[in-house]
């Protein structure tokens, strides 16, 4: 009893200080410490981590107040480390008292405050002139709208603001008068009325908007420009003329009687009479001036026009050569906005020819050239002459020239021997009083510029051109020229030399042959296709005479390669076991390396790798054996056979062993497992078993490869005893013999 009255002591103490350090009291309107607008909020905080309760009291009378009035007199409660509000709106002093539980039966402290609470100033409605609208307007260049109050409030000090922000000196109300605050420009507007420190919004925010000065206008749309007689029609296009504007249409300054609406009609006019328009607009807001006048249109009145047209040519003189562009223009006259045209050739129509000009450039000697005009001349009634001729254009047309050129030579068939000079010469048409030449060999420019030409130097499949320049008149359709090809054949010896091996191993025979002549002879003591064996590396020369006489000299190199030697075996042992691998070196010398080894040996005994050095030999049965080897170096030359190296080979055993003991731990990684060691002869494991002490199989393995042998020690999952066990074991592989068993024990230790 006694700590439970401390408890709440000291419970008391720490609310009653902190609740007195953060009693808060908080109000929309504050204008200085202490002023509250409207209503005061008091936050009640508890700063504990379990619920209390409490009870608001005002003085004066003590009367117990709660926002909720349906809450009674029931103490209300705040949860832990929580605020609560309590609004008020009565100024008086106020009490708040804490308490353990909703029974208020232990006080744990209260708090006391004065508060005072204003009224705020009476919101009255914003008016323009006297009357209710928030949407003002006002034309530009005019002094703006009235903002004013019609009813204000005594004691309340009034402040106009533009845009959020105050305008001119605020208004102190002296009674409850309108207060006015003059005319304003365009912007967006408030009054805010303050008295005690507390400050609210007049009702209604003026919008104030500028509206710009509008210039009303009118011209006049139509044709300005007819014949005698003909009805016209006006129209009258306005500016700011407003929804319904009102029209007056006048001839020569007086107003025509009845012509009040928007388009006028007539077909009374004469030459050079002025037609106009008033408008009255009704635009709104801002008009400027709302009667208007449009330009006067002077009318020009036709009385009747002769349609005609010109043919002119893009060639002075008429006098072309063929296939020239030639341009014909048609120049009309009274043709209207889009006259049509037809020209023609040779008095007949021209397939699509409708245009204003007319290109050909297919024209023969003698063709004539005109064409036929339709005017859409308006109006109508006032042409004559439609359609219109034209004027006639004969045509000279030359025919082209085209130069030609033609090569020829003294030699009939162009087919020539070695070193003969062969003369060319130039056979021009329309090459004019003075072409001029340029002879071309293979393409390239040569010799002076001449109609011939003599060459002595040509080789076999030259090739003779020419281009000539021809100055020939007129209409010469192109002033080069290039000839005919002459492809000239140049007779040689065609003589060759061949042997039937050019790099040759020594000792191999060599047989040299020519070729493309008719008579041979050989160097060195060599008859043509004759085998010989030379013995070191040689150049051999051939003269030969073809059937036209000519003689050319060839030669032919032969090159002899040293042989290489195989010298001897390597090896590690002269024994080897049946199935079992070895490796074997060989060495070769002279000759050119990389060299390839060739390897022999019984292959009922053992097998070798070819081609590869060191190579591997593998037994395959007992029993002696012979190897030898040869080598081929890189130019294909080939050793004599190597010495003979005996080997024997031995039979193969299988090896197949298991542990005497071991530990079933994880800690012991791999060696946690009983497994068996074997060597390369084990293949399979037919069957291998384990048994406990008292002959109850505990692991078994069937038919698999002896690295699967692996066990944890377990039977069951349960990990077996620390005993002696037994295995057997059926295994097959490449010894003698093939299956064999084996068995044995061990200790399973923990």
């Known amino acids: 009893m006694k700590k439970k009255l401390i408890y709440f002591l000291i419970l008391f103490f720490i609310l009653f200080k902190v609740e007195g350090q953060n009693f808060d009291v908080k109000s929309p309107y504050v204008a200085s410490p202490g002023i509250n607008c409207d209503q005061v909020v008091f936050n009640l905080s508890n700063p504990f981590p379990q619920i209390i309760y409490y009870r608001l009291f005002i003085f004066n009378p003590v009367t117990l107040v709660y926002d909720d009035k349906s809450e009674g007199l029931t103490p209300q409660p705040i949860l832990a480390n929580a605020t609560r509000e309590s609004i008020q709106n009565t100024s008086g002093k106020y009490k708040v008292i804490f308490y353990t539980d909703i029974s208020a039966t232990i006080d744990l402290g209260s708090s006391v405050i ?89 009702f209604g925010y003026p919008i104030i908007k500028e509206n710009p000065i509008l210039n009303a206008s009118v011209i006049i749309d139509g044709i300005f420009s007819t014949c005698g007689g003909v009805s016209t029609t006006f129209i009258a296009i306005p500016t700011n003329g407003g929804s319904a504007p009102l029209f007056q249409w006048k001839k020569n300054g007086i107003n025509i009687p009845g012509a009040t609406n928007s388009s006028y009609t007539t077909a009374t006019l004469s030459n050079g009479d002025g037609i106009s328009v008033v408008m009255t607009s009704n635009a709104t807001p801002c008009l400027a001036s709302p009667i208007v006048s449009s330009s006067v249109i002077n009318m020009q009145i036709i009385t009747s026009v002769k349609a005609s047209v010109l043919v002119t040519s893009s060639d002075a003189d008429n006098i072309f050569c063929a296939g020239t562009n030639i341009i014909f223009t048609a120049n009309s006259t009274n043709g209207g906005t889009a006259p049509i045209y037809q020209w023609r050739k040779n008095g007949i129509n021209l397939t699509s020819a409708t245009g204003s000009t007319l290109t050909m450039n297919n024209l023969q000697n003698g063709d004539v050239i005109d064409v036929v005009m339709i005017s859409n001349f308006s109006p109508a ?34 087919i020539i021997c070695t070193g003969t000079s062969i003369l060319f010469t130039a056979n021009p048409t329309n090459g004019g009083s003075a072409p001029s030449y340029q002879w071309k060999l293979n393409g390239n420019n040569i010799g002076l510029n001449a109609p011939t030409i003599t060459l002595n130097t040509i080789i076999d499949g030259d090739v003779i051109s020419l281009m000539m320049t021809s100055n020939a008149t007129p209409c010469l359709s ?55 064996v030379p013995t070191i590396t040689t150049t051999y020369n051939i003269l030969g005479t073809d059937s036209n006489g000519c003689k050319n000299t060839v030669s032919v190199t032969i090159k002899v390669n040293p042989l290489p030697i195989a010298e001897f075996i390597q090896s590690s042992s002269n024994r080897l076991m049946a199935l079992g691998t070895m490796q074997l070196n060989g060495r070769a010398s002279l000759g050119k390396p990389p060299y390839t080894f060739h390897w022999k040996t019984d292959p009922s005994k053992a097998t070798i790798i070819d081609n590869v050095n060191p190579t591997t030999l593998t037994g395959v049965s007992a029993g002696n054996i012979a190897l030898s080897f040869y080598v081929v170096d890189a130019n294909g030359c080939s050793s004599k056979t190597s010495e003979l190296l005996s080997m024997q080979i031995l039979p193969t055993e299988m090896k197949f062993e298991v542990p005497n003991a071991f530990m079933p731990f994880a800690n012991y990684g791999e060696n946690r497992y009983l497994k068996a060691s074997f060597n390369f002869a084990v293949k399979n494991i037919n069957y291998f078993k384990i048994y406990n002490r008292i002959g109850q199989l505990v692991y078994e393995l069937l038919n698999k490869e002896p690295g699967a042998i692996q066990w944890d020690g377990k039977f069951n999952s349960n990990l077996q005893e620390t005993d002696g066990y037994v295995w057997i074991a059926e295994i097959t592989g490449l010894g003698t013999p093939a299956i064999v068993h084996r068995s044995g024990q061990f200790l399973l230790l923990k």
Not at 384 to 413: E, K, M, R, Y
Not at 512 to 532: I, Q, R
């Open 114 to 202: 004065d508060i005072l609470i204003n009224p705020s100033p009476v919101s009255y409605v914003v008016s323009k002139s006297g009357f209710t609208s928030y949407d003002f307007n006002y034309c530009q260049g005019t002094s703006g709208v009235a903002i004013s109050l019609g009813i204000s409030e005594i004691g309340v000090s009034y402040q106009l603001y533009k845009d959020n922000n105050p305008l001119g000196a605020s208004i102190l109300a002296n009674n409850t008068n309108a207060i006015n605050f003059g005319n304003q420009t365009a912007g967006n507007y408030k009054i805010v009325g303050t008295k005690n420190g507390c400050s609210k919004d007049m």
């Open 381 to 414: 009634n006032c042409l004559i002459g439609s359609p219109a001729f034209s004027n006639t254009i004969t045509n000279t047309v030359n025919a082209n020239l085209t130069p030609l050129v033609t090569i020829s030579s003294n030699d009939i068939d162009n």
């Open 478 to 532: 192109s002033t080069i020229a290039i000839s005919n090809l002459i492809p000239i054949k140049v007779l040689t010896s065609n003589i060759t030399a061949s042997a039937n091996k050019t790099n040759i191993c020594y000792g191999d025979t060599v047989i040299l042959k020519g070729s493309g002549a008719v008579n041979y002879v050989w160097d060195n003591n060599v008859t043509d296709s004759k085998p010989f």
